[in-house]
């Protein structure tokens, strides 16, 4: 029994083999290269539909306002965005495009905040003056959220570098060269300084000299702990001074810098915890103690 059942399995597939055989050769190549020309091309509506629609509305949006307002934008204020966006990290995004988004988001805040306004206090003078507010704030806001992710930036790096030194200091003293470490350490690091040092490893490898490229780090990382490495760095290549000894160096140097700003963030967290006990549990707790005593003497002053 068992024996039957095995060969009309094993017949059963051979015979499924067979017929997959003969079906594969009986479609024509030509033929089947002639369906997949023959499928219809997609129209330029159903691509534009397929797009997100921030791309598809604000987009559009955006870049009209960026170049109206672009012509009365001054110059060095341009400069001043162009440098912001490089210490944040979105060089990718135009300087035009985020003075578009600045005038958007003021316009944005002014129709919102008179909305709002005009909601709660139902006076015409209120509302009229919350637009120029919300044009001003609107104006500022996407300022303020670069200096902020510029500010988170620096700070990663700031926090990042003893380590890539220590990596660097261990690669060159293994026998390796300064720029051979430097790669080995993008390769072993992540975040935003080791994006700094690949950028300037790629800078290197297309004709910039390494001076070159280290200060270009300088200009888009606004930190002075990593402005007096690149000096160095510098100097030393400049001078002729062992990289080991300068790198060993700065590596202790930083090692010690970043004991202390630790410290001097274990000292100010009394104080931070000291404003919300302030803030928040006292009040409660006069409430709790107090409320009685103010009752029972208000009662009392009721009673004469």
Not at 77 to 84: D, H, Q, R
Not at 127 to 140: D, E, R, S, V
Not at 291 to 299: F, R, S
Request: charged content about 20%; glycine content about 6%.
């Amino acid at each position: 029994m068992e024996a039957a059942l095995f060969a009309g399995l094993m017949t059963l597939a051979v015979v499924l083999i067979f017929a997959s055989m003969v079906m594969a050769q009986a479609i024509d190549p030509v033929q089947a290269r002639l369906q997949q020309i023959a499928v219809r091309p997609r129209t330029l509506e159903e691509l534009e539909l397929q797009r997100p629609l921030s791309e598809r509305t604000l987009k559009p949006i955006i870049q009209g306002l960026s170049k109206l307002v672009g012509r009365f934008y001054p110059a060095n204020a341009v400069s001043g965005v162009a440098l912001n966006l490089k210490r944040a990290g979105m060089e990718t995004t135009s300087t035009e495009f985020f003075v578009g988004v600045k005038a958007f988001a003021s316009i944005a805040f002014a129709v919102l905040g008179s909305l709002l306004v005009n909601a709660i206090t139902a006076d015409s003078t209120q509302t009229l003056l919350a637009i120029p507010t919300g044009l001003f704030l609107g104006f500022k806001a996407p300022d303020f959220y670069l200096s902020n992710k510029a500010g988170k930036r620096a700070g990663e790096v700031i926090d990042a570098l003893p380590d890539a030194l220590d990596l660097l200091t261990i690669s060159v003293e293994a026998g390796l060269g300064f720029d051979a470490a430097l790669v080995k350490m993008t390769e072993k690091m992540k975040g935003a300084l080791a994006d700094e040092f690949r950028r300037a490893a790629g800078e290197q490898r297309v004709g910039k000299s390494r001076v070159e490229a280290l200060r270009g780090i300088t200009q888009r990382v606004e930190q002075k702990e990593l402005q007096n490495f690149i000096s160095a760095m510098i100097q030393a290549d400049q001078l002729g001074v062992s990289m080991s000894k300068v790198l060993r160096i700065q590596s202790e140097q930083m090692r010690l810098e970043r004991r202390q700003r630790a410290e001097e963030r274990a000292a100010k967290a009394p104080i931070l915890i000291m404003l919300p006990t302030i803030g928040c549990i006292f009040p409660a707790l006069f409430i709790v103690i107090l409320g009685p005593a103010v009752l029972t003497a208000l009662a009392s002053c009721g009673s004469f």
